[in-house]
Protein backbone atom coordinates (compact mmCIF):
# COMPACT_ATOMS: atom_id res chain seq x y z
CA UNK A 1 0.00 0.00 0.00
CA UNK A 2 1.60 3.41 -1.03
CA UNK A 3 2.62 5.99 1.43
CA UNK A 4 0.74 9.16 1.48
CA UNK A 5 2.38 12.06 2.72
CA UNK A 6 1.08 13.76 5.65
CA UNK A 7 1.07 17.73 6.66
CA UNK A 8 -0.47 19.63 9.19
CA UNK A 9 -1.35 23.47 8.59
CA UNK A 10 -2.36 25.56 10.71
CA UNK A 11 -4.34 29.02 9.68
CA UNK A 12 -7.81 30.38 10.76
CA UNK A 13 -10.97 27.75 10.24
CA UNK A 14 -14.07 28.87 8.98
CA UNK A 15 -15.68 26.22 10.59
CA UNK A 16 -15.57 23.88 13.53
CA UNK A 17 -14.12 20.79 14.15
CA UNK A 18 -11.08 19.02 12.56
CA UNK A 19 -10.49 18.07 8.88
CA UNK A 20 -8.40 15.16 7.62
CA UNK A 21 -8.50 14.47 3.89
CA UNK A 22 -7.04 16.21 0.28
CA UNK A 23 -6.81 19.61 -0.12
CA UNK A 24 -7.95 22.18 -2.67
CA UNK A 25 -5.97 25.37 -2.68
CA UNK A 26 -8.12 28.14 -3.63
CA UNK A 27 -6.06 30.80 -5.15
CA UNK A 28 -8.27 34.47 -4.52
CA UNK A 29 -5.47 36.86 -4.91
CA UNK A 30 -5.85 39.10 -7.21
CA UNK A 31 -3.33 37.48 -10.92
CA UNK A 32 -0.87 39.70 -12.70
CA UNK A 33 -2.64 41.32 -15.04
CA UNK A 34 -0.94 42.42 -18.74
CA UNK A 35 -1.07 46.26 -19.75
CA UNK A 36 -1.29 47.39 -22.82
CA UNK A 37 -2.04 50.80 -25.33
CA UNK A 38 -5.21 50.92 -26.94
CA UNK A 39 -5.26 52.68 -30.53
CA UNK A 40 -7.68 55.99 -30.39
CA UNK A 41 -10.28 53.88 -33.36
CA UNK A 42 -10.27 50.89 -30.40
CA UNK A 43 -10.83 52.44 -27.65
CA UNK A 44 -15.21 52.45 -27.86
CA UNK A 45 -14.75 48.52 -28.64
CA UNK A 46 -12.40 48.53 -25.61
CA UNK A 47 -15.34 50.00 -23.25
CA UNK A 48 -17.96 47.45 -25.12
CA UNK A 49 -15.85 45.18 -23.86
CA UNK A 50 -15.49 45.88 -20.49
CA UNK A 51 -19.34 46.61 -20.69
CA UNK A 52 -19.58 42.91 -21.39
CA UNK A 53 -17.72 41.55 -18.62
CA UNK A 54 -19.91 43.92 -16.65
CA UNK A 55 -23.12 42.25 -18.03
CA UNK A 56 -21.72 38.97 -17.75
CA UNK A 57 -21.09 39.68 -13.62
CA UNK A 58 -24.54 41.46 -13.30
CA UNK A 59 -25.95 37.83 -14.60
CA UNK A 60 -23.64 36.16 -12.53
CA UNK A 61 -24.67 37.83 -9.66
CA UNK A 62 -28.38 37.60 -10.17
CA UNK A 63 -27.75 33.74 -10.59
CA UNK A 64 -25.97 33.70 -6.97
CA UNK A 65 -28.60 36.06 -5.59
CA UNK A 66 -31.43 33.58 -6.77
CA UNK A 67 -29.67 30.39 -6.02
CA UNK A 68 -28.49 31.89 -2.45
CA UNK A 69 -32.49 32.73 -2.17
CA UNK A 70 -33.73 29.15 -2.73
CA UNK A 71 -30.85 27.38 -0.45
CA UNK A 72 -30.16 29.49 2.30
CA UNK A 73 -32.45 32.68 2.83
CA UNK A 74 -33.22 36.35 1.27
CA UNK A 75 -31.21 38.01 4.12
CA UNK A 76 -28.11 36.39 2.82
CA UNK A 77 -28.92 36.57 -0.67
CA UNK A 78 -29.39 40.38 -0.14
CA UNK A 79 -25.59 40.80 -0.48
CA UNK A 80 -25.08 39.80 -4.12
CA UNK A 81 -28.25 42.55 -4.47
CA UNK A 82 -26.56 44.71 -2.90
CA UNK A 83 -23.39 43.93 -4.96
CA UNK A 84 -24.93 44.28 -8.29
CA UNK A 85 -25.90 47.56 -7.32
CA UNK A 86 -21.90 48.15 -7.34
CA UNK A 87 -21.71 47.78 -10.59
CA UNK A 88 -23.78 50.64 -11.76
CA UNK A 89 -21.69 52.99 -9.32
CA UNK A 90 -19.55 55.80 -10.81
CA UNK A 91 -16.43 55.49 -7.76
CA UNK A 92 -15.92 51.84 -10.06
CA UNK A 93 -17.37 51.01 -13.32
CA UNK A 94 -17.96 54.77 -14.21
CA UNK A 95 -14.33 55.51 -13.36
CA UNK A 96 -13.24 52.45 -15.73
CA UNK A 97 -14.88 53.64 -18.34
CA UNK A 98 -13.45 57.13 -18.03
CA UNK A 99 -9.68 56.05 -17.25
CA UNK A 100 -9.89 53.95 -20.37
CA UNK A 101 -10.73 56.83 -22.32
CA UNK A 102 -8.32 58.94 -20.91
CA UNK A 103 -5.23 56.83 -21.03
CA UNK A 104 -6.20 54.85 -24.03
CA UNK A 105 -5.49 51.50 -21.94
CA UNK A 106 -6.92 47.87 -21.58
CA UNK A 107 -9.63 47.23 -19.00
CA UNK A 108 -8.01 45.17 -17.19
CA UNK A 109 -5.65 47.57 -16.22
CA UNK A 110 -7.99 50.20 -15.83
CA UNK A 111 -9.77 48.08 -13.53
CA UNK A 112 -7.11 47.39 -11.24
CA UNK A 113 -5.94 51.01 -10.98
CA UNK A 114 -9.32 52.29 -9.90
CA UNK A 115 -9.74 49.19 -7.58
CA UNK A 116 -6.50 50.52 -6.09
CA UNK A 117 -7.77 53.68 -5.75
CA UNK A 118 -10.82 52.78 -4.27
CA UNK A 119 -8.93 50.14 -1.43
CA UNK A 120 -6.76 53.74 -0.70
CA UNK A 121 -9.75 55.95 -0.34
CA UNK A 122 -11.34 53.24 2.67
CA UNK A 123 -7.92 52.62 4.59
CA UNK A 124 -8.20 55.75 6.22
CA UNK A 125 -12.03 55.08 7.19
CA UNK A 126 -12.44 53.54 10.58
CA UNK A 127 -15.24 51.39 10.52
CA UNK A 128 -15.55 48.17 10.57
CA UNK A 129 -18.37 47.64 7.81
CA UNK A 130 -15.43 49.76 5.48
CA UNK A 131 -12.63 47.48 6.32
CA UNK A 132 -10.81 46.86 2.93
CA UNK A 133 -11.37 43.11 3.54
CA UNK A 134 -14.94 43.72 3.93
CA UNK A 135 -15.62 45.53 1.13
CA UNK A 136 -17.46 44.02 -1.45
CA UNK A 137 -16.49 45.83 -4.51
CA UNK A 138 -12.98 43.42 -4.35
CA UNK A 139 -15.50 40.61 -4.69
CA UNK A 140 -17.51 42.41 -7.68
CA UNK A 141 -14.56 43.56 -9.32
CA UNK A 142 -12.65 40.15 -9.21
CA UNK A 143 -15.58 38.78 -10.94
CA UNK A 144 -15.14 41.38 -13.54
CA UNK A 145 -12.22 40.53 -13.89
CA UNK A 146 -12.26 37.11 -14.58
CA UNK A 147 -14.61 37.62 -17.09
CA UNK A 148 -12.55 40.26 -18.92
CA UNK A 149 -9.67 37.25 -19.17
CA UNK A 150 -9.22 34.43 -21.39
CA UNK A 151 -8.34 32.10 -18.59
CA UNK A 152 -9.82 32.89 -15.50
CA UNK A 153 -8.37 31.26 -12.58
CA UNK A 154 -10.62 27.52 -11.38
CA UNK A 155 -13.80 28.82 -8.72
CA UNK A 156 -14.77 26.65 -5.74
CA UNK A 157 -17.30 25.06 -7.83
CA UNK A 158 -14.48 23.01 -9.27
CA UNK A 159 -13.29 21.73 -6.01
CA UNK A 160 -13.17 17.47 -6.24
CA UNK A 161 -15.59 16.21 -3.25
CA UNK A 162 -14.81 15.56 -0.21
CA UNK A 163 -11.77 18.02 0.35
CA UNK A 164 -10.92 20.58 2.51
CA UNK A 165 -10.38 24.33 1.34
CA UNK A 166 -7.51 26.15 2.18
CA UNK A 167 -7.86 30.12 0.29
CA UNK A 168 -6.01 33.26 1.67
CA UNK A 169 -9.23 34.68 1.65
CA UNK A 170 -13.10 33.39 0.71
CA UNK A 171 -15.22 36.12 -1.00
CA UNK A 172 -19.02 35.71 -0.50
CA UNK A 173 -19.93 34.76 -4.00
CA UNK A 174 -16.95 32.49 -3.09
CA UNK A 175 -18.50 30.75 -0.34
CA UNK A 176 -21.98 30.59 -1.82
CA UNK A 177 -20.54 28.66 -5.15
CA UNK A 178 -19.37 26.33 -2.34
CA UNK A 179 -20.99 22.79 -2.52
CA UNK A 180 -21.06 22.38 0.89
CA UNK A 181 -22.19 18.44 0.65
CA UNK A 182 -18.61 17.93 -0.71
CA UNK A 183 -16.30 20.04 1.33
CA UNK A 184 -15.09 18.03 4.70
Known amino acids: MPRTAHKVL ?4 ASPGLGYGPVYIHDSRRPAIERYRIPASEIEAEIERFDKAVNRTREQLRHTYEMVRHKIDKTHA ?6 EVLLDDPLLTGAVRHEI ?16 DIIERFKGIDVPHFSVQNL ?17 PEGLENAPPDTIIIAHDLHP ?3 ARLSHNHVL
Open 10 to 13: HGIP
Open 136 to 152: DVLDVASRVRNNLVENP
Open 101 to 116: RQQKMNAEHILEQVLE
Open 78 to 83: DIFEAQ
Open 173 to 175: SDT
